[in-house]
C-alpha cells in the first residue's frame, strides 16, 4: 500500500500553525520518531490502513491552536476519511473569513455540536435540533475540537457563533476512548462525536467505518506509547479492503 500524497486540511493547517509558532510544541513521547502524516511512531503508522470515504454532510473542525499540535487529536481522523472536512483555528475576535463565509452559505445547514443542557449552552439560548433536518442543504457540523474547558470556553466567546443552533446527539455507548479520558462519563471525543452526527444523518456505514478507523488510530498509539509493534489483525483487513478497487 501507499501513503495518500493529497494533504487534507487538517494536514495543511497544521503546516501554517507550525510555520507561524514562535516555540515548539513538547509532546509526551517527543523523543519518539513519528510519520509526518498520521503523527504516530513510524512503526505504529496508520497509513496503509486510512480510506478516502464519501459522505453527504460536511464537518468543520474548529480547534484550539494547541490542539493541532497533540499527536492524540481525534478531529485529524474526520479530515482523513473524509476530504471535504474544514479546519480552522479558533479565534475569539478575528475568526477566518472562509470560516464565517461558509457559515453565512444559504446552502448550508449548520449545527454545533456542543452539550445543549451544559451552563454554557442554557446561559446563552438557542435553537436546539434532537434530528437532523430533512431538506435539501448541505447538513454541516461544526466541532469545537479542544479539552473540555477550552470547548466550553470557545463557545461561551465566540459571539459569532451565537445565531447556529446546536443539535443534541443521542445517549449511546460507542466504543472506548484509550488516549484520554474526560471525567465526565457522556463526553465524547471529537471522533466520536462526529460518528453519532453520522449516524444522526443516517449514514450508518461511514459511522461505522468512522469508529473502526478511531479504534485502529487508539491501537496504534498505545503501540506508540508502549513502544511496541501493533498487531495486524481483522480490524486492518476490514479497513484494508475499503482501499481496495470494486
Not at 472562509?98 to 451544559?118: G, M, Y
Not at 449511546?172 to 444522526?200: F, I, N, P, W
Request: with cysteine; charged share 25%.
Amino acid at each position: 500500500m501507499q501513503h495518500l500524497t493529497t494533504k487534507n486540511q487538517f494536514q495543511l493547517l497544521r503546516e501554517r500553525c507550525i510555520a507561524d509558532s514562535t516555540r515548539v510544541f513538547s509532546a509526551r513521547g517527543k523523543s519518539v520518531v513519528r510519520c509526518e502524516q498520521c503523527q504516530l511512531a513510524a512503526y505504529a503508522c496508520i497509513c496503509d490502513w486510512q480510506p478516502q470515504l464519501q459522505s453527504h454532510v460536511e464537518f468543520v473542525l474548529l480547534l484550539h491552536r494547541i490542539e493541532i499540535f497533540k499527536p492524540t487529536n481525534t478531529g485529524r481522523l474526520i479530515a482523513d476519511l473524509f476530504p471535504r472536512t474544514h479546519a480552522y483555528c479558533w479565534s475569539r475576535t478575528e475568526p477566518d473569513q472562509a470560516l464565517l463565509d461558509l457559515l453565512q452559505d444559504e446552502n448550508r445547514q449548520c449545527f454545533i455540536v456542543f452539550p445543549a443542557d451544559t451552563p454554557e449552552a442554557k446561559a446563552k439560548p438557542r435553537e436546539v435540533f434532537s434530528e437532523v433536518p430533512d431538506n435539501n442543504k448541505i447538513k454541516t457540523f461544526i466541532l469545537l475540537d479542544a479539552t473540555w474547558k477550552q470547548s466550553s470556553r470557545m463557545f461561551h466567546l465566540s459571539r459569532w457563533l451565537e445565531s447556529v443552533p446546536c443539535i443534541s446527539l443521542p445517549q449511546g455507548a460507542l466504543r472506548g476512548y484509550a488516549v484520554r479520558k474526560s471525567h465526565q462519563e457522556d463526553y465524547l471525543s471529537t471522533a466520536e462525536a462526529a460518528a453519532l452526527c453520522l449516524q444522526m444523518a443516517g449514514e450508518n456505514t461511514n459511522s461505522e467505518r468512522l469508529l473502526d478507523y478511531f479504534q485502529l488510530f487508539n491501537e496504534h498509539y498505545l503501540a506508540t506509547r508502549g513502544c511496541y509493534p501493533p498487531i495486524v489483525g481483522e480490524l486492518h483487513e476490514r479497513l484494508a479492503a475499503l482501499k481496495m478497487p470494486a
